[in-house]
């Protein structure tokens, strides 16, 4: 597997563009209406001056008119009320529904209302078609004169008439319709929002219209761009400057071409960062392991090979390819062969998390005084195989070992010995074998381990499932088969690991099996060995107390080499704390190992975990680390030269 500062802002069309009231480029709506509704700037005051006096007139008359009103000349008294026309009879509020005619003030106003209006349309983009006309009548004019319009120079031979082609459509204003043209000579000067636009004249000068406006530069941010098709879009937004305001000119300038990527670009590292696709897909290309997540969740595990799929795609440019999954480097590992009889004995840990999690891997490390030679986990039939750990473990210099287990994690899927032996899950085996060849890497596969104790539904005497050791040892042989078949037997170390031997209690539906029963050959095994835990401080401290046994069975089977897939000590016992009996026990066991050539290695279960005692729940500690004592007693056996070291720290 975003807070609410991942997501994404919004594309600059989202943001409420120059379309929108309030924003840069559109007038406030209040503002146009008033610009309608009143005059801009102080009344004439030749206006208010006669309005004044017509006042004035009113209030001194004689002619028998009701009393005059206020100063602009109507009478407010019911019957007749005076104006610069004369006297009328009727009320202008009277309950005839009779109307207040005009006075020369109102009418004042009015007019200099649609003069504002008027010219506020011929200065605007919309009324550039117009304007261009007015203008080109106006050099040499009277008006032209008074306006400062310089008079066009003229000599005997006539200018020859431009060839270059009509000014190509750019685009539409998505607010006002008016259509956007632009010269394919025109300067990048005159882009929208730059604050000038020019477009030069048939002589290669330049120059701005003398009538021409302001307005807001801004307002051509919202454009449809037509794509040579006739179709297509482009992201909208406003243009950069100062307070979107800059100088008219005709034709309108091109819009801003994309901007190439920069080395300022490698520090954007979300989607939402980009504007085009283009420029996300150069920052991603540049480290395809994708530590952000621009094609897919982050790590190597690429999706389409093409990042921020949600962008869209800059027309001007060509379109991204999408690349090869990422395929990090294999590190240097040894062949299986070598593998198997190693020099040094492997040593290593079962523990949440790890390999994946390289933190652990060098608390481990940092901890023992050396860096663990071989990994563990489990994994059920419900999981497909875990590439990406392997080659995790492998990059630490340890040998991956997976303990796989026949057992569904959610997917409801039924396994048992007998569906293993009639081919029932074939596909997936031969998936997972696959994914096996595929990386290339070697792995060690302990398959159905403890198969001779009675607490699995695979385990061979559990006659309710049906099982016997003979099921067992066909079901081995058919997944081993079907590897071979596949060709990922030259990847894989079999690791046969049944329970420790003497402390297996028979129950009525478990018979205590033999291990030359459910043992499946030496063609189809590589390496043996057994879980063997020290659960009880009455066992004692020796090797021999809790292997002894249960190693002189597995050599009675098979001279193949000895690999114990678990192995721990418990830390308490009946609520006795038993550091000394467990750092005295780590001692003792280790060093047999290192001295037994026959055990290649090891792996300790590093966990605080709970187990089934006397059919009591009971939590422990079985960290090596557990204590001071128990971790020195490790930590001076492993740091020797008897055993193999991974990767060492830095």
Known sequence: MPSSSDQPEPFPSQRGGPGEPGQPGQPDPDTARGAADAPEGPEPQATVAAEAAAGADGADSTDGADEAGPADGIHESKGAYESDDGIYDADPLDSSGGHRRLSRLNMGLLCLSVVSLSAALYISPAGSDVRDKVESTLPGTTIGKALGVPEATTSATPSPKPTTPTSPVLGVDSKSGTT????????????????TGSTPSPGGSSGTSALAGRYDGGSFGNVAALSPSGTGSRPTGSASGSGGQGTHSTPAPTPTPPRPSTAADDQRTKCYQFTWQQDAQVVYVRNLSDPYGLDADPGPHDGDGLACSELPVDPSRPASRPVAAYSAPK???????????????????????????????????????????????????????????????????????????????????????????????????????????????????????????????WSAGRSDYNNTPAKYVAAWRHIWEVFDDVGATDEVIWLWSPGRVDNLTPSATNGLTSLADDYPGDAYVDWVGASVYLRHASVGPSYAASFGRTVAALEAVTDKPLFFGETAAMQTDLGVDRTSLKAEWIGNVLRQFANDDQVVGFLWFNNVAATVVNGVEVTNDWRFDASKPTRDAFRRVVDTPAFAEGVPLD
């Open 331 to 457: 590190p240097s590992v040894a062949t299986k062969r070598d593998l198997l009889t190693p020099d040094k004995d492997y040593f290593g840990f079962m523990q949440d998390g790890v390999p994946g999690d390289g933190a652990a891997m060098e608390g481990l490390a940092r901890r023992a005084g050396k860096a663990p030679s071989t990994t563990g986990w489990f994994a059920s039939f419900d999981t497909p195989y875990r590439a990406d750990l392997v080659r995790r473990s492998w990059e630490h210099g340890a040998l991956p070992v997976i303990t796989w287990m026949p057992v569904d994690e959610g997917s409801g899927t039924s396994y048992s010995l007998s569906t293993i032996i009639d081919g029932t899950h074939d596909r997936y085996l031969r998936r997972f074998a696959g994914d096996v060849v595929r990386e290339g890497l070697p792995v060690s596969l302990r398959f159905g381990h403890e198969m001779n104790g009675s607490w699995y539904g």
């Open 180 to 195: 956007i043209k632009g010269s394919p000579s025109a300067s990048p000067s005159g882009l929208p929002g730059s604050g």
